[in-house]
């Protein structure tokens, strides 16, 4: 509604009344709240329609609830601390599967778990110490309620075994040099032809590749030398050795090439000094008292 303003001389809008706070009781005892209408969107501006209520409740009515919960966080503090410290959750049981070459004891007592409470073990932490053992590859730690823990391990396994003078080890696919006791007597043999500090260089993973598919190609070829320049070489029976290079890809080609050049070789006798297959395109032999073919 308008009326005419005599100061200003100009219509002036009637003053809004203020709408007045409702209050209630909420159905719990003992709270009160009050519902107030949601300011507009826009200062001034009426909004259409009815206002949104909100409930707020009075801070004297939560005290209840306060306690309440409280209450319930001390409980829930007070079990969980007997639970970690009851004697039934220690570790008592460590079950180990998938090892050969160490004793379940030895993986046992690497995980330090005797004794602990079970949550507090960490299987992660644990893995990753059992994996510092040189047999141990991977290892998976799993826990069981109340107190028992299972251990699988994969152990390395022996892919050749490596000469270096008077030295014999195992070694792995990965170049890993084994324990004494790691030996696997089927496994192929390299023996190194410079063997001074050859133990103290990282063993190349590529002899080792060379000498397995020979082996599966080849199996009565078990024996093999390694020679730094030429790479993974068997010798015949006549003393001279027949290298095939670093590459695995070739030696079907290889090896056939050599059954075809072996009569002709032996015709040759002890003046052959070595054959070399590396370059299947271009092989050679090379005579002692000097030339080749």
Same mark, same amino acid.
């Given at each position: ?6 100061r *200003? *001389? ?8 203020r709408? /007045? ?23 001034? *501006?009426?909004?259409k329609?009815?206002?949104?209520? !909100?409930w ?6 939560? !005290?209840?609830?306060?306690?309440l919960?409280l209450g319930l966080?001390?409980?829930?503090? $007070?079990l969980g ?7 039934e959750?220690? #570790?008592?049981? $460590?079950?180990?599967s998938?090892n050969?070459?160490?004793s !379940?004891?030895?993986i046992?007592?690497? %995980?330090?778990?005797?004794? %602990?409470n ?7 932490? #644990? ?12 290892a ?9 823990v ?6 390395? /396994? ?6 270096a ?13 084994l ?5 696997d ?9 410079e ?10 993973? /590529?002899?080792i590749?060379v ?10 070829? /078990? ?12 010798? %015949?029976?006549g003393g001279w050795?027949v ?14 090439l050599?059954?075809?050049?072996l009569p002709?070789?032996r015709?040759?006798?002890d003046s ?10 271009a092989?050679?032999?090379?005579r002692?008292q000097?030339?080749g073919?």
């Open positions: 509604m308008w009326w005419w303003d005599e *200003k *001389k100009r219509p002036a809008a009637r003053r809004r009344r709408p /007045r706070r409702r209050t209630y009781t909420s159905a719990v005892d003992g709270v009160r709240g009050e519902v107030s209408p949601r300011p507009s969107a826009r200062k001034g *501006k009426r909004r329609g009815s206002a949104r209520a !909100s707020r409740p009075s801070p004297a009515g939560l !005290s209840g609830a306060r306690w919960s966080l001390l409980g829930v503090c $007070i601390w007997q639970l970690l410290s009851r004697p959750f220690r #570790v008592e049981q $460590i079950e180990v998938g050969r070459l160490l !379940s004891q030895h046992s007592e690497a %995980t330090g778990l005797r004794g %602990t079970i949550y507090y073990v960490n299987t992660h932490e #644990v893995e990753e110490r059992l994996k510092q053992l040189s047999l141990v590859r991977d998976r730690v799993s826990v069981h309620l109340p107190n028992r299972h251990v699988e391990v994969e152990e390395r /396994r022996p892919a050749v075994t490596w000469v003078g008077d030295t014999r080890v195992g070694v792995d696919e990965e170049g890993m040099i324990p004494p006791q790691a030996i007597p089927q496994a192929p043999v390299i023996e190194v032809m063997a001074e500090g050859a133990l103290e260089q990282a063993v190349d993973t /590529r002899a590749a000498a397995q598919a020979l082996h599966e190609l080849r199996p009565d070829l /078990r024996s093999f030398v390694l020679s730094p320049q030429r790479g993974i070489a068997i010798v %015949t029976e050795p290298y095939f290079g670093w590459e695995t890809q070739g030696l079907p080609v290889q090896l056939e050599l059954d075809r050049a002709m070789l015709q040759e006798g052959v000094e070595y054959v070399d297959l590396r370059y299947p395109a092989p050679y032999y090379h002692r000097g030339g073919r």
